[in-house]
């Protein structure tokens, strides 16, 4: 690996780690030397790059700490590149749009040499299926009203056709092969359900808020999935 690349997954692994990292954790995942390390970070550091600690205790990148975008991996454009081909192939029109418009921007700043993996990256989402149900509601409103935590009115057919009305807390979409899920916390039912986008007859955007925290709501919905799985008595043990 180039010393360039090195400093940069340097810089990346104490980017995405809340905690100190020394230099054998770092050396183990690049497969390098902890010597080899330790000179990298006093150069970083030279280099003014805001890293704090020292050598036995471990090291963390301060707040506020960005790179040019130019400096991506060839394996972080096969990510970006796979997630967008799956959004491409799956999601509602507003997010396909998103992840082509992403590609075109990737594409235009990657440096040259890096562009064949854009155009043909190494990784393939499988093909969409030809039967995905069709949203009933505006995905892009339910994704504005997730982030304000707006509540939203709607009237619910189940797989029997009977219909309820509904006041939901949106918390997130989960995306599936052939349907969409609004995951919220439901007024009605006093708990979390999943609703199906195209089982919606009617919907309406409400301006009240919910007031607990969506990143609460979304701990406590894994919680209770968790413990769902945890009681199938087929769940292995």
Not at 12 to 38: C, D, F, G, H, K
Request: aromatic share 6%; with cysteine; proline share 7%.
């Amino acid at each position: 690996m180039r010393r360039a690349d090195r400093l940069f997954r340097i810089i990346q692994v104490l980017r995405r780690r809340r905690r100190p990292v020394t230099a054998n954790e770092i050396a183990e995942e690049l497969e390098a030397s902890p010597r080899t390390i330790y000179r990298d970070i006093a150069q970083l550091m030279a280099d003014r790059v805001p890293i704090r600690g020292e050598a036995g205790i471990g090291y963390v990148l301060d707040g506020g700490f960005d790179m040019p975008p130019l400096m991506l991996t060839a394996d972080e454009i096969e990510a970006v590149m796979l997630g967008a081909q799956w959004v491409m192939g799956r999601g509602d029109p507003a997010l396909k749009r998103a992840a082509s418009d992403l590609v075109a921007k990737i594409g235009a700043v990657i440096p040259e040499h890096l562009r064949p993996v854009l155009m043909e990256p190494a990784g393939a989402a499988p093909p969409a299926l030809s039967d995905i149900r069709e949203d009933v509601i505006d995905m892009a409103r339910v994704r504005t009203a997730i982030r304000a935590q707006g509540k939203i009115r709607l009237v619910y057919r189940d797989e029997k056709g009977a219909e309820t009305a509904r006041v939901i807390w949106p918390i997130a979409v989960s995306y599936w092969e052939r349907v969409r899920l609004i995951v919220a916390w439901c007024e009605l039912r006093r708990g979390f359900r999943h609703f199906r986008t195209d089982r919606i007859a009617s919907y309406e955007f409400l301006e009240t808020r919910y007031a607990p925290p969506r990143a609460r709501l979304k701990a406590q919905w894994h919680k209770e999935l968790l413990a769902q799985q945890t009681r199938r008595p087929d769940a292995p043990t």
